[in-house]
């Protein structure tokens, strides 16, 4: 296991809900790091139109080994 | 875009789940305020009976447009 | 109702979702105590693996009557 | 029960002590508001003058259900 | 003075900075509220474009007296 | 002096005040734990019906010694 | 009204209640320091002895005008 | 460097603004303390009256070296 | 719009002022990274020499779209 | 792997520094529950005297699994 | 024992490490206070220079009686 | 000196101890950062086996200046 984690905080968007919403911005980590380890969801907002949530948005914080 | 926001704070209950108990609060919200922008969930708790969740039940806080 | 509560952390863990890891945590409660009356969740982390959530983790607070 | 409940924020004086500025709190917002369940104090305070405390004051959400 | 104030909470925004955002929502509030005792800034944030602040946003509590 | 402590978390209530609802849930606690050195409350809240307060509750942080 | 009021952290005891803790505690604090305006009480804890509180403790920031 | 740095609470006050206001209070604090080496503004308040702030409030810790 | 945000923390100086130093971490943010949407400034310190602020500080957070 | 963690609050003691208290606090915990598998250090605290630190107290929270 | 203590802030600096910081802070406050009874270390910090640490930094709250 | 620095959240890891991990996650920083004036230890945390810690974890805020 490396020895070092570096923590960075995305925010994920989504129509469908919450869960989605942190696994959208999960995905979009995957790409370029590699090594993640886990995610803790530190904030739950949307934004809402016509009385209605159009987009969820999960604040993660995503932590990954950092290679030495 | 109206120059001041109010944040109001709700309690949604649903017997299904935590969305639906923001979602709930939301609709419940639409109902006498216009313009609203976006909410928060700041709390997630739920009533318990026989070992069972009866009812789930989310904090929000809920923005919304003050006309002037 | 009993005149005091007492109240536990624990932390439940599911492949299937956050609000099942609640509910799993609350089953293992239950088998032992009697009278839970709610939860409250303070903490959503999950584990990942090649870029996927493997565990969802919900911490929880149980609140139950203590028999006097 | 009310499937929403709204919380509102309110500052109770009181000359004699800080559970009685609590009940003026609630007194206060009774008249106006129907379904009051609950209070809870967030900031506890008070006024001095010539070494003395003149006026407890307390800070305390109140919930009541919105009627829908 | 009256012996029950409310709090509310506001969000202000200003294209020329944080402390004409902040009066900007107490404005608002005197047009509706009387009796406004004081203000508390919790929250400083600002929408940006193009590397540029275009909205400087206060999120402030402001207190008032209830006549009763 | 043991050197080791233990903290748990009660909530007390009472329909006379928050000191009785502390005393309480230290009362309830001493009857099965030896060695209760201190209480912290961590958070005042009360159950509300027509407009009075029927039940104060006080979440305590209970610390006492384990025996090794 | 000075200018420049400044803060300061005291524990008051008292064998009575919290209430009266605080106003030990301010008692203390008004023999050496003119010009107290206010009190916030920010911790509520006690000592406790064979199941019984011996020693309420209230610690309070206590704010006073600073002459210059 | 002096080893040992002293941390004290104060709360300036300005009809002007809340920079002003962080700056009397640094201004009365530098008239007794020698090595004021920074000063962190911990809370943002005001006065209000007539709708319109009569005096800003900034609560600032400011840290001094302690000659020993 | 990126469904996918990223959140820095930056420290900004400035001789000026607090809203001046935000604007510097600001303007150095931007050189390198597209689609900068907001910030919130989540600390306000200043460094002091010969009992002037001689350096203004602000802790920000800054969010940014992230292209996939 | 457990599907359940418990999680309680010790509080270990040590003449000899902080490290040490966390593991007299650990060393104590495992001697009855089984399946450790984390702590977090939440509270750091001496008790004094005639200006020196006879006992270091460290305040944990001690994950363990739940046999079901 | 004294009713009333109060609690100051300082910020002990060591080349050797945090808990000789906590020390050379507690030693300070020692030479002009008696009576202290504890300290809780509140945050950990370390200047850092050439990518080593150089100066340690444990700010620390000191409660002590004071004599009436 | 740098007019704005840029904060990152590192997790080191130790068998031998928490001042080691935090010296480990600077280690590993200042192989790639420059300029690297500070950490905060924010989180302090490890894993257990068979009653005894095995790794030492430290979650620490490293500040460096950015080149602009």
């Known amino acids: ?7 960075i ?3 994920g ?9 942190v696994n959208i911005a999960l995905k979009e980590a995957a790409q370029t790091l ?3 380890s886990g995610v803790e969801v530190v ?3 949307a934004k809402v139109k016509d009385g209605k949530i ?7 914080k995503v932590a990954f080994g950092v290679e030495s």
């Open 13 to 21: 968007s989504s129509e469908k809900g919450w869960e989605d919403a």
């Open 43 to 45: 904030k739950w907002t």
């Open 34 to 36: 590699h090594g993640i």
């Open 1 to 7: 296991m490396a020895k070092v984690a570096k923590v």
């Open 54 to 60: 159009t987009q969820y948005k999960a604040t993660v």
């Open 9 to 11: 905080e995305l925010v």
